[in-house]
């Protein structure tokens, strides 16, 4: 006998996608019996963990029978002490994406709206559907640049947080300073700006801003960062958020107490001051563009100039079919139908050896498509 469930969900969840990750190594070794697996999908490190925050994970094993320091004080003091922010400015969460969860129950009520960038990250979506509240998506420009106009003209009465990406996933394109000050000046102040920076370490363009400036002049903006990127903490879950401090206050109400684990929270501390790997990352990645830049110019493939640790490639009606056959090489992607890019593809900046792996392996889904 089976017992059917009348258990009735919110209705809220009518709405929400579940969420794709990019496909983890294991599973695509295991799901087609091969040895070598590249990922080049989810913009983690290709050079590994931070070694200062591996050396404090192996410390810190011995205490983990403790719950963890529910302020996270000894991250937040470094965080603070890096970015020259207050320590009330500052809130460490699991990961950015919690941040984004946060920012939607403290702020969101269901007849609010949220301003997105399209196509852009999905998780901000995600946050307001959950509150009930509704999304305003705003396309980018035709070289998927931001287009403030556009977003201004989409603020309402309604509007109650607006997301800046920067640089955006999964374009790799970035809001210029300038127009950054611009949308700050013409927002109403009851309007929050949320810069997601997860990328920031990689921007290299002068006009490029992380978004820090506007939370020390106070403007109501939260800056969301990560360590999953540049740090290379992404399997450990933690990032944060920085904003005045009366916004911080809002968003410390709904976090549960012990919402960071103490292994991460010994990382983080340490990685943040782990300058050498940092430069190595940052420079590892700025070469890896360039020779995937060369790689696809030579193959005739249309890209995007990333300031980002990833570059979106077209590869047109059969870019599923690309993205199939890569896999089957074991080389992971991520296909752009996620964001409703399908005739695209994400490909992460691996190291030389990982770039070359991919440009092999593209090479040889070309013949094998052009064949048919
Ligand atoms: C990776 C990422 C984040 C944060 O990821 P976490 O692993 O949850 O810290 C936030 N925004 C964007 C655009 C990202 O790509």
Redesign the pocket.
């Known amino acids: 006998m089976s017992i059917k469930t009348q258990v009735k969900p919110r209705q809220a969840l009518q709405s929400i996608k579940p969420y794709t990750p990019g496909k983890p190594i294991w599973e695509v070794q295991r799901e087609l019996g091969l040895t070598k697996v590249v990922k080049l999908a989810s ?1 983690e490190n290709p050079l590994g963990a931070s070694p200062k925050g591996i050396q404090a994970v192996q410390q810190f094993m011995a205490e983990i029978h403790r719950y963890p320091d529910a302020d996270a004080k000894d991250v937040n003091a470094a965080i603070a002490a890096k970015l020259n922010l207050q320590s009330g400015q500052i809130i460490v969460t699991n ?4 941040l984004i969860s946060l920012i939607s129950e403290a702020f969101l009520e269901p007849e609010d709206e949220i301003i997105v960038p399209s196509p852009s ?1 999905t ?1 901000y979506e995600f946050g307001a559907r959950l509150m009930n509240a509704g999304v305003i998506a705003v396309p980018l420009n035709q070289d998927y640049g931001y287009n403030i106009e556009l977003m201004l003209s989409a603020v309402t009465e309604r509007t109650k947080i607006l997301y800046i ?1 920067t640089p955006n ?1 999964p374009t790799g394109t970035y809001l210029p300073k300038r127009d950054m000050e611009k949308l700050l000046a013409a927002l109403p102040p009851r309007v929050l700006v949320v810069i ?1 920076a ?2 920031s370490h990689f921007a290299t363009a002068d006009d490029y801003t992380d978004g820090l400036d506007y939370v020390r002049e106070g403007y109501p903006v939260v800056v ?1 960062q ?4 540049i740090y290379g903490l ?1 399997g450990l ?3 944060y958020g920085a904003a005045p401090e009366a916004i911080i206050g809002h968003i410390l109400k709904v976090k549960e107490p012990f919402n960071v684990n103490a292994l991460a929270q010994a990382a983080a501390a340490a990685a943040i001051t782990d300058d050498l790997h940092v430069q190595a990352s940052q420079q590892l990645n700025s070469d890896g563009r360039e020779q995937l830049y060369a790689a696809f110019a030579a193959l005739g493939l249309p890209f995007i100039k990333s300031m980002s640790n990833f570059v979106l490639v077209e590869l047109g009606p059969e870019s599923k079919r690309y993205y199939e056959l890569l896999l089957t090489k074991g080389v992971v992607v991520r296909h752009g139908g996620l964001w409703g890019l399908p005739q695209h593809v994400r490909i992460t900046v691996g190291t030389k050896e990982d770039n070359e792996f991919l440009i092999t392996a593209l090479q040889a889904s070309m013949l094998e498509i052009s064949k048919k």
């Not at 990961?95 to 919690?98: F, K, L, P, T, V």
């Not at 990560?226 to 990127?229: A, E, I, N, Q, W």
């Open positions: 913009n990961g950015g994406d919690e990250f998780e990406c996933n997601d997860a990328y969301l990560t360590f999953s990127k992404a879950r933690i990032g």
